[in-house]
């Protein structure tokens, strides 16, 4: 399968843990997501990668959270002290840039299955 | 800000024809996208529009209006399979990072 997998599907914690999600995008993609779903509501931007750059975060990621794609390649997103809030399903998305090609637009998202976390 | 607007939920008989709107205010544009999601799962890539018109792709078609700041979304003989969240995503800036609206619920009833 040469999709977009994030790991783990699942995370129940306590508040006050920190856990950690991994998103290894498709292969040629220099471009990484995060966002975040909850119920009923569509994605909502967190952060983007450009190969190892993080190039934007949202003002919704506190300081608790941070992401990282060392090399270009996988990436991870790591948030401390879990609070209840924090609940949601956080999708990883990987895309071509400005690239493209002839099948793909540039900026058409691939998505992963998503990791969802619940806070109790 | 930005804004999406689209309806909550519908609901249409298979075989038959639902048109799903999307209205944006947004600082920007640089294209817009539909995608579809299934309950539980990941949203797939349905259709682009970046300049005025329609764009046709099998049973689904996608309509743009930049100057009304206003997309459709049309489905035709439409099957069960069909029930899925669609939603409706702009790309402000140009970087690819895209707003989304809060999704369409479409039942498909037998």
């Known amino acids: 399968d040469t999709g977009v997998s994030q790991d783990p599907r699942h995370k129940i914690t306590k508040r006050g843990q920190n856990v950690t999600f991994r998103c290894d995008p498709i292969?040629?993609?220099?471009?990484l997501y995060w966002y975040r779903q909850t119920l009923g509501q569509g994605p909502e931007f967190l952060t983007y990668?450009?190969?190892?750059?993080?190039?934007?975060k949202s003002r919704l990621l506190s300081d608790r959270f941070s992401a990282e794609r060392p090399k270009g390649s996988f990436s991870t997103l790591e948030i401390q002290r879990t609070e209840q809030g924090d609940s949601a399903m956080y999708l990883c998305?990987?895309?071509?840039?400005?690239?493209?090609?002839?099948?793909?637009?540039?900026?058409?998202?691939?998505f992963g299955e998503g990791s969802r976390l619940t806070v109790l | 800000g930005q804004n999406i607007d689209q309806p909550t939920e519908m609901t249409a008989t298979e075989g038959a024809i639902v048109q799903i709107n999307c209205t944006y205010q947004t600082s920007g544009f640089n294209g817009l996208f539909w995608y579809q999601q299934h309950a539980g799962e990941a949203p797939t890539f349905l259709s682009y529009n970046v300049l005025d018109g329609l764009e046709e792709k099998g049973r689904f078609s996608s309509f743009l209006s930049r100057s009304k700041g206003y997309s459709y979304l049309l489905l035709k003989e439409l099957q069960m399979k069909d029930s899925a969240s669609y939603l409706c995503a702009v790309d402000p800036s140009g970087t690819y990072k895209y707003i989304f609206g809060t999704g369409t619920r479409l039942k498909v009833l037998a």
């Open positions: 292969s040629e993609h220099n471009r």
């Open positions: 990668f450009q190969n190892e750059a993080q190039l934007e």
């Open positions: 998305a990987s895309s071509l840039g400005e690239t493209g090609t002839q099948f793909f637009y540039p900026g058409e998202l691939f």
